[in-house]
């Protein structure tokens, strides 16, 4: 089976370059299920209903997210009611919606996906690990195959997360920096792992933001207001091969595609 994780959706230029680059890819790759990251989707914070269905629309099967889930207020009556779209597991339970999801590929095959957020220089959340670890017993009754977003800012936590769950799952994907990292592998155990999967958004930017407009506000430490550049856009994203047989990774390719 094959898995294309589609990295930090970065506002109307990102999701035009989903939907180019998804029927394409799935096409072409043989792809049997597609996630993407989608908590920037919406002018490049939050996401609306609307959005989530357009990206839906364009061939997404699941949209994980992380501390910017709760930007857009209209989300939070929805999040309750489509269980596609994961909010971080280590959430309070009292927060709407759902951290993990068991989805059915057209084949049949079904894989878990589950969303955790990290500690450092981010939100007050529970312990990622030890949630994921609960988790991670929930989805192995229904899926042999499971996907983990490590939504974080630290890649050590993020390379933590990776070897904590090496062997039973099959891919720790991180995503929150923007930024792709050159790391990809398949741990010893079987799981593929990348620390951030990148930006799918304007590549003429500071992590799909106005460059002018950041480089101001780090020139004058001055509030402004952000806005989504425009012109040419990157596509990253990893393309994961799963034995389903036992759950564990075949091969890893990690996607830069400038659109």
Request: aromatic share 6%; proline share 5%; net charge negative.
């Amino acid at each position: 089976m094959k898995i294309l994780f589609i990295g930090d959706i970065v506002g109307e230029p990102g999701r035009k370059s989903v939907a180019r680059q998804v029927p394409r890819l799935v096409g072409q790759r043989g792809v049997d299920l597609v996630i993407g990251n989608a908590e920037n989707a919406a002018g490049g914070f939050g996401i609306t209903p609307d959005i989530a269905r357009e990206l839906f629309k364009a061939g997404l099967h699941v949209l994980t997210s992380g501390n910017h889930i709760w930007d857009k207020k209209e989300i939070i009556d929805y999040i309750r009611e489509e269980p596609r779209l994961l909010r971080p597991a280590n959430y309070p339970e009292e927060a709407p919606g759902h951290g993990s999801v068991v989805v059915t590929t057209t084949s049949g095959e079904k894989v878990g996906v589950m969303q955790l957020m990290g500690r450092v220089d981010m939100p007050t959340v529970d312990c990622p690990f030890r949630v994921g670890r609960r988790v991670l017993e929930t989805l192995r009754r229904e899926a042999g195959t499971i996907i983990v977003d490590m939504h974080a800012e630290a890649t050590s936590e993020k390379m933590a997360m990776g070897w904590y769950l090496d062997g039973e799952v099959s891919g720790v994907f991180g995503t929150h920096t923007h930024v792709q990292t050159a790391d990809e592998r398949i741990l010893p155990k079987g799981t593929a792992y990348l620390t951030d999967i990148g930006m799918t958004g304007p590549v003429d930017s500071v992590i799909g933001i106005k460059k002018e407009i950041a480089i101001e506000k780090f020139l004058t430490q001055m509030p402004r207001r952000f806005e989504v550049a425009s012109g040419p856009c990157v596509f990253s994203a990893v393309l994961l091969e799963v034995d389903t047989a036992v759950g564990k990774a075949v091969s890893i390719d990690r996607l830069r595609i400038l659109d």
